[in-house]
Nanobody, 122 residues
Framework: QGQLVESGGGLVQPGDSLRLTCAAS????????TGWFRQVPGAEREWIAFIDWSGRTKNYDDSVKGRFTVSRDDAKNAAYLQMNDLKPEETAVYYC???????????????WGQGTQVTVSS
């Protein structure tokens, strides 16, 4: 059973940047689609972006397009979410997960990390 561990969250001011890391063990990210999601208490988990097994196909929700970038380092078996120009409404717990096909549906992702808190506040 593989494991994903997110890191890199924290408290930042509006307009700041953060880079989240999703470190994988027991599974190889280049064999899967790696998705990024976020969730606030009381709300559904929201898809943000994914990167496919080749690393060439990346897809973003309109709300983050142009500000967030997904990438992967196969040598480190890690994926990254670079987040620029963060907004207060993007305060949430951020998760990475893997799936076997392109999709935005949380239930179709079969391995999840524990999440990392991102707080955007002045």
């Amino acid at each position: 059973q593989g494991q994903l561990v997110e890191s890199g969250g924290g408290l930042v001011q509006p307009g700041d940047s953060l880079r989240l890391t999703c470190a994988a063990s027991g599974l190889t990210l280049s064999n899967f689609v790696t998705g990024w999601f976020r969730q606030v208490p009381g709300a559904e988990r929201e898809w943000i972006a994914f990167i496919d097994w080749s690393g060439r196909t990346k897809n973003y929700d309109d709300s983050v397009k142009g500000r967030f970038t997904v990438s992967r380092d196969d040598a480190k078996n890690a994926a990254y979410l670079q987040m620029n120009d963060l907004k207060p409404e993007e305060t949430a717990v951020y998760y990475c997960a893997v799936a076997s096909s392109y999709n935005r549906v949380p239930s179709l992702y079969h391995t999840w990390g524990q999440g990392t808190q991102v707080t955007v506040s002045s």
